[in-house]
């Protein structure tokens, strides 16, 4: 199976900040990742497909680049609403496999 | 607008068959291909496995001897059946829908149920 491992595992940060998850993975899988937003308590969110395409009705201040093994997700200007957990996930090859995750919480 | 639902026991025993249902509305399942995904109570996201439009159907090798994902589209419906459960597979189960973007070969789940905890635990 690949393994995507994501860092950091946690961040704290304030409303305004620019905020960085970087993804891992451990074979090259070209740029077949997507990244969910997961707000506490509530259902996983597609943010970006295709490792850099942002899905239909998510803020441009959502940015993901990278491919081969290392990927990113930027969140520009952190607003209240992005405090949430986010995952990477690859779809290169069955089985698909997921981040453990980066929470993202107020510093 | 496209909607999923899940329901089923939020209690199973160990040994025994975990059986889930997802509801779909606002799409016919005949026109896309759906799956299965568990979240763990530590926040770890499983892939369990796809069911296809056609029937035809792509397991996780890790859950593949203990899962059936059948279809039943004269319900617009999509099951799934987890054999021999311990307490491991104690998780959030979410239905999920698997596009594809345009004609290229990237995938996504873009709209997921809600979710249903279920507990394995005499």
């Known amino acids: 199976d690949i393994q995507m491992t994501q860092s950091p595992a946690s961040l704290s940060a304030s409303v305004g900040d620019r905020v960085t998850i970087t993804c891992r993975a451990s074979q090259s899988i070209g740029t077949y990742v997507n990244w969910y937003q997961q707000e506490p308590g509530k259902v996983p969110k597609l943010l970006i497909y295709g490792a850099s395409s942002l899905q239909s009705g998510v803020p441009s201040r959502f940015s993901g680049s990278g491919s081969g093994t290392d990927f990113i997700l930027i969140i520009n200007s952190l607003q209240p609403e992005d405090f949430a957990t986010y995952y990477c996930h690859q779809t290169y090859t069955t089985p698909w496999t997921f981040g453990q995750g980066t929470k993202v919480d107020v510093k | ?122």
């Open chain 2, 1 to 122: 607008q496209v909607q999923l639902q899940e329901s089923g026991p939020g209690l199973v025993k160990p040994s025994e068959t975990l059986s889930l249902t997802c509801t779909v509305s606002g799409a016919s399942i005949s026109h896309y291909h759906w799956s299965w995904i568990r979240q763990f109570p530590g926040k770890g996201l499983e892939w369990i496995g796809f069911v296809y439009y056609g029937g035809s159907t792509q397991y996780n090798p890790s859950l593949q001897s203990r899962v059936t994902t059948p279809l039943d589209t004269s319900k617009n419906q999509f099951s799934l059946k987890l054999r021999s459960v311990t307490a491991a597979d104690t998780a959030v189960y979410y239905c999920a829908r698997r596009i594809q973007i345009s004609t290229s070969p990237v995938f996504a789940f873009d709209i997921w149920g809600q979710g249903t905890m279920v507990t394995v635990s005499s």
